[in-house]
């Protein structure tokens, strides 16, 4: 159980253009889900935190307006890149969870999506 | 602030090695710690995780690791390594009840010599 799934899983695009990544919980719910960014030899960074049918919560250097997120059911949230560049290429990685309250007990995470920009 | 530092960016063993992956962390309150392992084209999988209660956790797959508060370590050990035991694993800290607000460590690829 409690699988999560990314959909593209690498993707490839021309800088100006913009690029939409799917995260899927399969067999649960997903109250929270979370987007990671993660670059070569470095940690995840949490870019934002959304919860179906809110508005995501940024973290602080985060460019919302670059980095739209969208949760609009409880087993999809996704992240469209918008006018993508060179240095926005990373790979992206989601994670969903359920939550107790406001406590989330497990983050469920997907696979990834490796983003170049050239 | 948080923060998790992880020993070691590559670490390899012999099949039937004890497996050693260190990390250590930064944080204002009594942290909430977590181990997760990666493998190739897959996504970060719980292997355990500390919420303040036994200082000895026991995780999946054989693993376990200790809480050291006075060594501010989280250390992650298997007695004997296995070729499948090949992964990255990453170290997290959160300093909430549970995981809502995971900082990550940069993560430590495991080798496994046959």
């Known amino acids: 159980g409690a699988v999560v799934s990314q959909h593209p899983s690498r993707v490839i695009c021309k800088s100006g253009t913009s690029v939409k990544i799917e995260c899927r919980s399969l067999d649960f719910q997903a109250t929270t889900m979370f987007w990671y960014r993660q670059f070569p030899k470095q940690s995840l960074m949490l870019m934002a935190t959304s919860n179906e049918g809110s508005k995501a919560t940024y973290e602080q250097g985060v460019e919302k307006d670059k980095f739209l997120i969208n949760h609009a059911s409880l087993t999809l949230s996704t992240l469209t890149v918008t006018s993508a560049h060179p240095e926005d290429s990373s790979f992206y990685i989601c994670?969903?969870?359920?939550?107790?309250?406001?406590?989330?007990?497990?983050?469920?995470f997907g696979p990834g999506t490796r983003l170049l920009v050239l | 602030a948080q923060s998790v530092t992880q020993l070691g960016s590559h670490v390899s063993v012999s099949e039937g090695a004890l497996v050693l992956l260190r990390c250590n962390y930064s944080?204002?309150?009594?942290?909430?710690l977590f181990w997760y392992v990666q493998y190739p084209n897959q996504g970060l999988q719980l292997l355990l995780k500390?919420?303040?209660?036994?200082?000895l956790v026991k995780g999946i797959n054989g693993f376990e690791a200790e809480f050291k508060k006075s060594e501010t370590s989280f250390h992650l050990t298997k007695p004997s390594a296995h070729m499948s035991d090949a992964a990255e694993y990453f170290c997290a800290v959160s300093e909430f009840s549970g995981a809502n607000n995971l900082f990550f460590g940069t993560g430590t690829r495991l080798t496994v010599i046959p």
């Open positions: 994670s969903a969870a359920t939550d107790s309250g406001q406590v989330v007990e497990t983050q469920y």
């Open positions: 944080s204002s309150v009594p942290p909430y």
């Open positions: 500390y919420t303040s209660a036994a200082t």
